[in-house]
T-cell receptor, first 113, second 115 residues
Framework: GENVEQHPSTLSVQEGDSAVIKCTYS??????FPWYKQELGKRPQLIID?????GEKKDQRIAVTLNKTAKHFSLHITETQPEDSAVYFC????????????FGSGTQLTVLP | SAVISQKPSRDICQRGTSLTIQCQVD?????MFWYRQQPGQSLTLIATANQGSEATYESGFVIDKFPISRPNLTFSTLTVSNMSPEDSSIYLC????????????FGPGTRLTVT
């Protein structure tokens, strides 16, 4: 089955700096890659996703890049703010109605004021 | 996105008892899933709740321990049976809709503590 590895496990940045979180996946057939943000005590929230037919997607301060050849994808957050502090999870899945998300282990991002 | 609610939001249960968690969605959804998230850990899929048929369980999870029902396209239940302290965790319902069907959303979770 699919295996998703996520790095780093913790990341601290100064407010205003950029943050990058990286994930690698094992199954070359995977074609959907979402990112979730989970604040303490809250549910995971879908913040951005990318399908394998594109290499990059942006939404305001966040972007995701995908390298299918290398089987890795990354989350980029620019101009970080304290409210960006949370645990971020990447995931990967195959296509098809019964596809299941396989999650990475998570990255605790702390934005220091 | 769909509005997903879960009941109860939290509970403290005694060893050996069972707890049923309910998941209600405000619109019909194609897929419903149940996840477990232990403190400080990632999300682990327990099973896919299939409407009108038996759930599909992931490796390490069995129907006798985690019976699941899905009587229609908006509602599902997960029962944690014969609980032990190792079952203490957050249990999350998750759904994928009929439209924008790639996107998957999570309920608020049920925090279970077994004493």
């Amino acid at each position: 089955g699919e295996n998703v590895e996520q790095h780093p496990s913790t990341l601290s940045v100064q407010e205003g700096d950029s943050a990058v979180i990286k994930c690698t996946y094992s199954d070359s057939a995977s074609n959907y890659f979402p990112w979730y943000k989970q604040e303490l005590g809250k549910r995971p929230q879908l913040i951005i996703d990318i399908r394998s037919n594109v290499g990059e997607k942006k939404d305001q301060r966040i972007a995701v890049t995908l390298n299918k050849t290398a089987k890795h994808f990354s989350l980029h957050i620019t101009e970080t703010q304290p409210e960006d502090s949370a645990v971020y999870f990447c995931a990967a899945s195959l296509s098809g109605s019964a596809r299941q998300l396989t999650f990475g282990s998570g990255t605790q991002l702390t934005v220091l004021p | 996105s769909a509005v997903i609610s879960q009941k109860p939001s939290r509970d403290i249960c005694q060893r050996g008892t069972s707890l049923t968690i309910q998941c209600q969605v405000d619109s019909q959804v194609t897929m419903m899933f149940w996840y477990r998230q232990q403190p400080g850990q990632s999300l682990t899929l327990i099973a896919t709740a299939n409407q009108g048929s038996e759930a599909t369980y992931e490796s390490g999870f069995v129907i006798d321990k985690f019976p699941i029902s899905r009587p229609n396209l908006t509602f599902s239940t997960l029962t944690v049976s014969n609980m032990s302290p190792e079952d203490s965790s957050i249990y999350l319902c998750s759904v994928r809709g009929q439209f924008r069907s790639y996107e998957q959303y999570f309920g608020p979770g049920t925090r279970l503590t077994v004493t």
